[in-house]
């Protein structure tokens, strides 16, 4: 059966952004929304949008209030949501990661063993602690969690961590790393037969399979065509066309976006020519 879908985005935070930009590459055409305007809709699909707070998405997925939504990994986890993660998205990536005083002598995770540990995730600290066999007391604190061994309230944090600049500014010294976030399209538990929220899902892996690709062409001699493709980093295998002028052909091939760099100065030197990227709208496998 094909009924409307109701995602819900992120309202507000770092998740905003990209979460809208990535849902527009799809091509639903979502409606931008007025000033103050918490609910919208897709001009090309039969999907309803609802503006959320990015800790409140599982939730309202959980309670079928919608029926999916996109979050942060740490925020599903933290409070064990009864929801499926269905899609991780790329961005909004972090870890928690455990840090002490630069002037503490804990040198590894393991040497929490026993100690205050302060953090807004205290589930998710207590399940890491468990997993690893060692116990330490949690102090629950909703913010400005890295200021708390100077207080004396903690011998250590866990803390949300992307560049690591706000551990540095505040004296502390990262340990290591307890999990790794990013943001992910979450859906009510047993709703795989929702025609709409199959096909977003597919929708937004293709968009997220196109943003790490790259189409690259070149043209170059049919005696060194086994050289070259041997260096393609594809999976798939490229396609070879003649071209008018005798012994040379042309090569097209997907290749990782993050490859290119070290891929052109190698294809170069054994004489490619006419070398071209292209970016990829969007791949379905
Ligand atoms: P916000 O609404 O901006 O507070 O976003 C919170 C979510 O963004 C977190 O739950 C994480 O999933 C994600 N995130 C990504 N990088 C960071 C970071 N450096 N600090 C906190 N949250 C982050």
Wanted: glycine residues 8%; aromatic residues 4%; contains cysteine.
């Amino acid at each position: 059966m094909n009924r409307r879908l109701t995602l819900a985005l992120p309202s507000k935070g770092r998740l905003r952004e990209p979460s809208w930009s990535l849902l527009e590459a799809t091509g639903v055409a979502p409606q931008e929304p007025g000033e103050r305007v918490l609910q919208t809709f897709c001009r090309n699909a039969d999907i309803d949008l609802l503006f959320v707070r990015a800790d409140d998405v599982p939730e309202y997925v959980q309670d079928g209030v919608v029926d999916c939504g996109i979050t942060g990994l740490d925020l599903v986890s933290e409070r064990d949501f009864e929801v499926d993660v269905l899609l991780r998205l790329g961005y909004g990536t972090c870890s928690l990661q455990a840090a002490v005083s630069t002037e503490d002598v804990a040198e590894e995770l393991g040497q929490l063993n026993g100690r205050r540990i302060a953090t807004s995730h205290p589930r998710i600290v207590g399940n890491w602690l468990e997993r690893n066999g060692l116990s330490a007391d949690i102090v629950r604190v909703s913010g400005s969690v890295e200021i708390t061994p100077r207080l004396g309230l903690a011998d250590a944090i866990v803390d949300l961590v992307s560049t690591g600049s706000t551990l540095r500014t505040n004296g502390l010294r990262s340990l290591g790393t307890i999990f790794e976030s990013e943001a992910v399209l979450v859906g009510r538990r047993g709703a795989s037969d929702h025609e709409a929220q199959n096909t977003l899902t597919m929708l937004l892996a293709s968009v997220i399979n196109a943003r790490a690709t790259r189409y690259l062409l070149f043209n170059i001699a049919k005696d060194r065509l086994d050289e070259v493709t041997a260096l393609l980093p594809t999976t798939g295998s490229p396609t070879v066309m003649d071209l008018a002028t005798p012994g040379t052909v042309a090569v097209h091939a997907l290749v990782p976006a993050s490859q290119i760099w070290s891929l052109l100065p190698q294809l170069q030197a054994r004489g490619a020519s006419s070398v071209l990227t292209l970016p990829v709208e969007r791949m379905v496998p």
